[in-house]
């Protein structure tokens, strides 16, 4: 069986450090290959993409939050792994959605554990990504098509058929929520017997409507605040990677 590559980028100025992860990581092993740089100046200028990046916090120039917030534009699927010498830094990891840190010295025990987690994070996000992007079979009564779930806003009722709100149009057929809701599955949440939300567009809320992001909104019913808010922060972790 191949094994998938995966690339890992290593970023510290301190170059016993640098060489302890490369080490660690089992450079060359599995399938795994590791870059070093100096400095975050330097990773971006590469203007490679990665599967997990080892950023220190501390660099000269271009520090690793800022490096960071670079990394997540150009790839929103890279594991970021944090190194500090100082624990109080590590708050402002979580700033740029860190999936973990380490604390130097860095101990070898805690890395092999944090990198087994990281390597496992990479394949839920990439599965979750394919999921997201793989058409969807509509089936209603008076026709079938396909859709891929991340065009659609949301799903209003309307009588006796339904409007299916994308980016770019509103497809109107007979169906109802209950049937659309099943086929959808995850991902989307019933705010409303006449709402069906996609949670990927979800701006803001309170306990009476949705705001999504291109300015729409969906009403969000009374007692269903609720059940939207536990459902909403389970999907953002999930989204995030957030290492608990």
Do not use: W
Not at 6 to 30: M, P, S, T, W
Request: charged content about 30%.
């Amino acid at each position: 069986m191949q094994v998938r590559r995966l690339n890992i980028a290593i970023c510290d100025d301190e170059k016993v450090i640098r060489e302890q992860i490369n080490k660690l990581i089992g450079k060359g092993k599995h399938g795994i290959y590791a870059e070093l740089y100096e400095t975050g100046d330097e990773l971006i200028a590469a203007g490679k993409q990665f599967d997990i990046v080892f950023l220190d916090i501390q660099m000269e120039g271009m520090d690793g939050i800022e490096t960071a917030r670079i990394l997540k534009e150009g790839n929103e699927e890279t594991i970021l792994i944090f190194i500090t010498g100082i624990r109080e830094y590590v708050f402002e990891a979580f700033d740029v959605a860190a999936f973990h840190y380490l604390l130097k010295p860095i101990e070898e025990t805690k890395f092999h554990e944090v990198f087994h987690r990281a390597k496992r994070e990479l394949e839920r996000r990439k599965k979750q990504k394919k999921q997201r992007e793989e058409p969807v079979f509509i089936k209603t009564r008076n026709r079938s098509f396909t859709l891929e779930k991340d065009s659609i806003l949301y799903i209003e009722s309307r009588a006796k058929k339904v409007g299916i709100h994308t980016m770019e149009k509103t497809i109107e057929v007979y169906a109802s929520m209950n049937e659309l809701e099943k086929q959808l599955g995850s991902g989307f949440y019933r705010s409303h017997r006449g709402y069906l939300v996609n949670m990927a567009y979800v701006a803001e809320y309170d306990s009476e409507s949705i705001t999504l992001s291109n300015g729409e909104y969906v009403y969000l019913a009374k007692e269903k605040y609720g059940g939207f808010v536990k459902t909403y922060m389970q999907y953002l972790r999930n989204e995030v990677g957030v290492d608990g």
